[in-house]
């Protein structure tokens, strides 16, 4: 018997279920004709329902089929010319995935018919492809949103208290013994109570997660026996990847993300994705066409005027955020992670390149506009990485208030510091104050500088001090990029070393470089491992990695350094002084004196002629009662002030406690030595070994 078909609604758009029937819309702006493919729950391909779609509202095509429910597997075949000069890549032979789809069941199997195009063909991707891809093509799932979150609310933690960890699904729970064996790798290992311990432990506020929505593994890769492993090849913006579930039934993957959430939530602990809107894993011209190249090639993509794409991303295309129907998509994805899944922000992968109008990047322009009035968008975490691969690419502090930035700056500078380089007093004093001359605009705050050492894309804190070179190939050979790339050095010796020496520095220069950012002004982000001493064994680009190399080695952490981080964490934690809501204060303000001064050793201040020097040994005055903002009940925020001690310089410096700051002060750490405290008065000598960070203390009661 024939199916009954509603006319059904443009909106929602995508595949929404009401109890009763589900609702089927898809947006294209030059398409002639929709076809809705249903497939069976066995996922024969060779014989399936199709339903053409004859109402077309505002550019939606859609149609309502009563007594559908969750479960099944479709997608749509859509109708249009194929003029690739005139943009258009239209080809009803390709079945295609919903764009808005919550679900996506099976991979792509890479035979030619994926492609538009006859692959190999003398005239490329201006030949037309009639093969059938649907045998070959994963299939959308209509899902149900019913989900009990048993009351869980969003923490909305404050950026002045946030720590983020960075970290892979996969990569962080597949060799923990602690957690069942049939789990790790899984949403289902990150919500595990011994993940979660873990994590409190640590200190850490928010886990970052690297892409987790739906990507494909490039055609390049499966054929090298490689995987896609970062993620960053996004298909499906709504869908959660479902490689990361340990529950294999299709569609699973939903229900299995959002426990995660929960659970983590009911820990104290946030959940941020790391997400990629500026380009899909459709690539370039010669790419598949697996869903937007299909929809309406020239409603999604930048393109050029001779039929290819622009690339801002160098990934192969640029989708096109000008455009208010990819707006829309961006903005209805957004929205659907935070109201339906529960997340409290987002990391936005080469930001830059959703910011740009006609070609340059545009603080003003609709992407940030729309952001910003949104509800449910504007106030959850935005982080940008704040760069593309377009010319004027690098766009640190160029992003509008609400948001944070990934600060590239402040990573070069600690790594130049740290290895040697001639990097000005005054050039590390502003990382470590937030970066104002980057942030210190519109009302803008420390907390828009997410600061960093080290993030998934380059090396991990212990290859950073022990390697000079990349190690990427297969067989470990040395690839001479150098030091200017990495910023690294690696201590004397390259790689893994028995030199005692070398390794007792390469452990300092751990210790120095996790207590400059856990003590800077902003929002420190932590890689996961890096507390741990995990190396990657050279390697800075392990995007294809998904092995030993890119895994979180429990069997090995180095629990010295590992207490050495959570020390830190809990001491940035309990002390405001070291997370300022606000700027500090250059005079004195209400009697409450500067609430920062640098000091030469000899114990005198830093004068302006000064400044610009080169100098590898100084301190920093952090005073308590001096933090001027209020807390969150006005009340007056006062806090033990702090005498931090930075010696990057080869050789031992003898410090001089500042008169001006009086008695009363007690060492607690000391990047050189472990469980040595000493007490120290005004005019007192401090020893500090060469390359090391010493913390002084003033309990708040010396100083009022």
């Not at 992670?337 to 070609?359: K, N, P, V």
């Not at 729309?370 to 691969?389: C, G, R, T, Y």
């Not at 690419?393 to 990934?406: K, L, R, S």
Request: proline fraction near 4%; aromatic fraction near 12%; charge should be negative.
């Amino acid at each position: 018997m024939d199916r009954i078909v509603f006319m059904g609604t443009p909106y929602p758009l995508g595949a929404t279920w009401d109890g009763d029937g589900v609702n089927f819309a898809l947006y294209s702006f030059h398409a002639t004709g929709v076809d809705l493919c249903l497939f069976h729950d066995s996922g024969d391909d060779k014989e399936y329902e199709v339903i053409t779609i004859h109402e077309c509202t505002n550019n939606i095509w859609h149609a309502y089929l009563p007594g559908m429910k969750p479960g099944q597997l479709y997608g749509y075949r859509v109708h249009g010319p194929y003029q690739p000069m005139q943009g258009h890549r239209f080809n009803a032979n390709k079945l295609l995935l919903d764009p808005y789809t919550t679900s996506i069941v099976g991979s792509i199997d890479w035979n030619d018919a994926v492609y538009g195009y006859i692959p190999g063909g003398t005239d490329a991707d201006l030949s037309f492809n009639d093969k059938d891809s649907a045998a070959f093509m994963p299939k959308c799932m209509v899902t149900s949103t019913d989900f009990d979150w048993e009351g869980e609310k969003p923490l909305h933690i404050p950026y002045q208290k946030t720590i983020i960890y960075e970290t892979h699904v996969k990569g962080f729970t597949k060799l923990n013994l602690e957690i069942p064996e049939g789990i790790r790798g899984t949403y289902a290992a990150i919500a595990h109570p011994a993940s979660i311990a873990y994590f409190k432990s640590l200190g850490v506020t928010a886990i970052e997660l690297m892409p987790i929505q739906a990507f494909v593994n490039d055609k390049n890769l499966v054929e090298l026996g490689l995987t896609n492993y970062w993620g960053y090849n996004t298909i499906g913006f709504f869908a959660p990847d479902a490689r990361y579930s340990s529950n294999k039934t299709p569609g699973a993957e939903v229900n299995e993300f959002k426990q995660m959430v929960k659970h983590l939530h009911k820990a104290g602990i946030e959940v941020i994705l790391d997400v990629v809107y500026n380009h899909t894993a459709e690539s370039d011209e010669l790419g598949p066409t697996l869903c937007f190249r299909g929809i309406d090639n020239a409603g999604y993509y930048r393109l050029t005027d001779n039929r290819k794409y622009m690339d801002y991303t160098g990934t192969g295309n640029t989708l096109n955020a000008n455009l208010p129907s990819v707006l829309r998509l961006i903005m209805d994805s957004l929205r659907y992670w935070i109201t339906e899944m529960h997340i409290d922000g987002f990391r936005f992968d080469l930001a830059a390149t959703l910011a740009r109008e006609s070609h340059s990047v545009d603080k003003h322009s609709s992407f940030f506009d729309i952001i910003n009035q949104d509800p449910f968008i504007s106030q959850v975490k935005l982080i940008a990485e704040p760069w593309d691969v377009g010319e004027d690419g690098y766009q640190v502090g160029n992003f509008p208030p609400g948001w944070t930035e990934w600060n590239g700056k402040y990573r070069d500078t600690m790594r130049d510091f740290w290895r040697g380089e001639e990097v000005p007093v005054s050039e590390f004093a502003l990382r470590f104050m937030g970066s104002p001359d980057l942030y210190k605009i519109e009302n803008r705050r420390p907390t828009a500088s997410i600061n960093f050492i080290t993030a998934h894309d380059g090396f991990t804190l212990t290859d950073l001090v022990s390697y000079n070179d990349k190690h990427n190939n297969a067989n470990g050979e040395q690839n001479k990029d150098g030091e200017s790339y990495n910023r690294s050095w690696n201590c004397g010796v390259e790689g893994p070393t028995n030199n005692t020496a070398v390794n007792n520095l390469r452990n300092k220069q751990k210790r120095n470089l996790l207590a400059t950012l856990f003590l800077s002004q902003g929002v420190p982000m932590l890689l996961a491992g890096d507390e741990a001493g995990r190396t990657q064994r050279g390697n800075n680009n392990a995007y294809n990695q998904d092995n030993e190399i890119s895994w979180f080695n429990w069997a090995e952490t180095d629990k010295d350094l590992l207490d050495f981080t959570s020390t830190l964490i809990h001491l940035r934690d309990v002390h405001p002084v070291f997370s300022r809501r606000g700027w500090f204060v250059d005079s004195i303000v209400q009697g409450q004196g500067r609430g920062i001064s640098w000091f030469m050793a000899d114990g005198h201040e830093f004068a302006d002629l000064h400044w610009n020097d080169v100098n590898r040994t100084f301190a920093v005055f952090l005073n308590g009662y001096a933090i001027h903002l209020p807390g969150p009940k006005g009340e007056m925020v006062v806090d033990d002030s702090f005498y931090v001690i930075f010696n990057a310089d080869i050789s031992n410096t003898d410090f001089i406690m500042p008169l001006m700051l009086g008695d009363g002060w007690v060492k607690i750490i000391d990047t050189a030595i472990s469980g040595a405290k000493q007490e120290v008065n005004a005019g007192d000598l401090v020893h500090t070994a060469g390359r090391s960070v010493v913390i002084l203390k003033q309990a708040v009661e010396k100083h009022i």
